[in-house]
């Protein structure tokens, strides 16, 4: 009996280690189970935050797409609009294209007319001298005509109208010089033609504030012969003589100036052309008609008093510009 009870006491003792050892276990994992609890709901805290920041991202790339919807449809619209504008130019392009051909083609017409007026003016004599008055004014009348439709096709502040109105003044005094010499002297009558012609000449020569350029660049200025528009036609002014003529334009009158300087085509400078210039006040530029082996006919600006003045066809002719700047 004593060893049953011996065995029943130990077999007690090892139920009650087990159900201590149990008891532990459900602690452990009671605490297990609430540490499990903690994190699950942490994990779910992440997920709905998650979640958030997708759905923000979300609406962010919805507005970004409807931004760049929108201004691809502001380039195309701007594409269409620039494409159409070079249409537009191209058209007006071509529109003044054809105006620019149509105005040469005009300007070439008046030149004829011009030098089909001037061969009349030179050969009147003092024996028809009132029907050549009569005709000259009919002539005149034509190349104010002619002018003023040219007037038309330029801007008002083009400067070829300032070209149109020095060709009208110098064509009128042209013909009141011829009238007048017509009862004098056949030298002043050639004189008063030659002043007459290099104001016209003039008109052919103003190709811009530069330093060196053709003449033959202004449209219609191929239209006029050089011979039409020289002084005497023997070519031998200031030839074998001590003294050069000079005809200098200024851009305060619109008829020329001439001069004589005592000194031979080659040997006059700056300084000598200057003397002969009424230059109260202000700072001038000189240009000079010249002949260039590439440019042909062009306007030599000069600036040293000791450089040679370049001269063409024996005599001198020059623009006198005041400096603004």
Not at 195 to 204: E, P, Q
């Amino acid at each position: 009996i004593q060893q049953r009870l011996t065995e029943q006491d130990e077999t007690i003792n090892q139920l009650k280690q087990e159900i201590l050892r149990r008891d532990f276990d459900k602690q452990n994992s009671e605490l297990e189970k609430i540490e499990l609890r903690k994190n699950m709901q942490e994990r779910d805290k992440s997920v709905l935050d998650l979640k958030k920041e997708m759905a923000r991202r979300d609406q962010r790339i919805d507005q970004l797409q409807n931004e760049l919807q929108m201004q691809i449809q502001e380039k195309e619209s701007i594409t269409r609009a620039l494409k159409q504008q070079i249409s537009e130019l191209h058209d007006r392009l071509r529109v003044v294209g054809e105006h620019g051909a149509t105005l040469k083609a005009r300007v070439a017409v008046q030149d004829k007319r011009m030098a089909k007026l001037e061969g009349k003016i030179l050969s009147s004599s003092d024996r028809d001298s009132s029907v050549s008055s009569q005709g000259s004014v009919d002539d005149l009348q034509v190349v104010k005509d002619s002018l003023s439709s040219l007037r038309v096709c330029f801007k008002g502040g083009d400067p070829q109208l300032h070209t149109l109105d020095t060709l009208e003044h110098s064509v009128s005094a042209l013909l009141e010089k011829n009238q007048q010499n017509n009862s004098t002297s056949s030298n002043g009558s050639h004189q008063n033609s030659y002043s007459s012609n290099s104001s016209r000449r003039m008109n052919f020569d103003c190709t811009g504030d530069v330093r060196r350029s053709p003449i033959t660049a202004i449209p219609g200025s191929t239209s006029f012969s050089v011979n039409q528009l020289d002084g005497p036609p023997n070519g031998n002014i200031g030839k074998g003589q001590n003294s050069t003529k000079v005809l200098y334009f200024t851009d305060k009158t619109v008829n020329p100036c001439m001069c004589t300087i005592q000194k031979r085509l080659g040997e006059i400078t700056l300084k000598d052309f200057k003397q002969i210039h009424d230059k109260s006040s202000g700072n001038y530029r000189y240009s000079f008609k010249a002949l260039d082996p590439e440019f042909g006919t062009v306007k030599e600006e000069v600036m040293n008093d000791d450089d040679i003045i370049p001269g063409w066809e024996g005599k001198i002719v020059a623009w006198i510009e005041e400096d603004t700047g």
